[in-house]
């Protein structure tokens, strides 16, 4: 069992900026990827940022250039400071993680969500 608490999320202005955090917990042997998802009222669930246990980075185009993700492994910890924020990036943010066993199998756990607000 891997368990997820998301944090850092909140009300902020258009052109504010917020950091999430995730930190996963629990039977873990190596992380592969940690990914951040988001999903806005009415819309599918999409893709936002991934970093893989290497760090090469992935970005929705949506958010390049305005959003980073990182990672500390260490703390099984993910981040994502997200930068020149809109009123379109409101969402409910998911952490999601795959973890690997020692025998090379994968499996994915998921955060409770963490609302994020930008409004004026």
């Known amino acids: 069992q891997v368990q997820l608490v998301e944090s850092g999320g909140g009300l902020v202005q258009p052109g504010g900026s917020l950091r999430l955090s995730c930190t996963a917990s629990?039977?873990?042997?190596?992380?592969?990827?940690m990914v951040w998802h988001r999903q806005a009222p009415g819309k599918q669930r999409e893709l936002v940022a991934n970093i893989i246990s290497g760090g090469s980075t992935n970005y929705a185009e949506s958010v390049k250039g305005r959003f980073t993700i990182s990672r500390d492994n260490a703390k099984n910890t993910v981040y994502l400071q997200m930068n020149s924020l809109k009123p379109e990036d409101t969402a409910v943010y998911y952490c999601?993680?795959?973890?690997?066993?020692?025998?090379?199998?994968?499996?994915?756990?998921w955060g409770q969500g963490t609302q994020v607000t930008v409004s004026s």
């Open positions: 999601n993680v795959v973890v690997q066993d020692g025998l090379g199998r994968r499996r994915a756990s």
């Open positions: 629990g039977s873990i042997f190596s992380i592969y990827v």
